[in-house]
């Protein structure tokens, strides 16, 4: 997680949090580290692991694997079952910047695509600052992302909630917002679209005819207690992943 908020980060989160603060949280590093070739496949390492174990129950939300329309709509399923059992806590919310809509029940590991073919589907600076609007209005005070999430990504959601925090990210100082930097484009219909209007409202394109929009999971159906599923300290034999390979092949043909 960033801090954020200058001297105020010294706060504790919980503190943060009820004083009605906007907290902007960001958990998306691990596969720009992997992507980087910074860390390998595996048990994620210590720096991974959320900062604050003391929150507890306090903070209530999800985090990866679901991209930003499927996370907020489970928040908002948390939401109503908080309110139902009268309890209070705050909600947060740290989607991919990928969108998944056919992901299925686990999430983005399922998709075929998954880790190294994933760019096609990440999101828009424009998708996250919707994201970050619909999180606000939803309750959700911890706003962030995972993975997928670059940096542009969490300047989004600072400058959408400027307002609420009182401050603009100190980033947004490389950029105008809404594209606004680009009326001094030297192509006139570039300079057309220095405008929140043309970005907000732009339906994008994939650019990519010959592919699919949409994927099949692969959906396994392993679940804990299988033996595939047991990490080993060792290496993946040759003969291990020869059987995988085998098991891919007819999954896929199904
Ligand atoms: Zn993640």
Redesign the pocket.
């Known amino acids: 997680m960033a801090p954020v908020g200058g001297k105020k980060a010294k706060r504790g989160i919980l503190e943060r949090l009820n004083s009605g603060e906007v907290v902007i949280g960001d ?2 590093f ?2 720009a580290l992997e992507k980087r070739g910074y860390v390998k496949a595996g048990p994620w390492t210590p720096e991974a692991a959320v900062e604050h174990p003391e929150a507890g129950a306090s903070i209530v939300g999800v ?3 679901f991209d930003p329309t499927i996370s907020l709509q489970t928040v908002k399923l948390m939401k109503e079952g908080l309110e139902a059992a009268r309890l209070k806590a705050h909600l947060m919310s ?1 989607p ?1 910047a990928y969108h998944t809509p056919d992901c299925n029940k686990q999430g983005f590991i399922d998709l075929p695509e998954f880790p190294f073919g994933l760019e096609p589907r990440v999101t828009t600076r424009w998708d996250i600052q919707k994201y970050a609007r619909e999180a606000y209005n939803l309750g959700v005070r911890y706003i962030g992302g ?4 670059e940096p542009y990504h969490i300047r989004a959601i600072a400058e959408e909630l400027a307002p609420e925090r009182g401050f603009l990210p100190p980033a947004s100082e490389k950029h105008g917002s809404w594209g606004s930097g680009l009326d001094m484009h030297t192509k006139p219909w570039i300079r057309a679209r220095a405008r929140k209007e043309y970005w907000e409202n732009l339906r994008i394109a994939s650019g990519r005819p010959y592919n699919p929009s949409l994927s099949k999971p692969d959906a396994w159906g392993m679940t804990k207690g299988t033996s595939e599923l047991m990490q080993q300290k060792e290496a993946t034999t040759e003969q291990q992943l020869r059987e995988l390979f085998e098991k891919q092949k007819f999954k896929s043909a199904q």
Not at 146 to 149: K, L, S, V
């Open positions: 958990g998306g691990v596969f985090n990866c694997h740290q991919l995972c993975c997928g999430f």
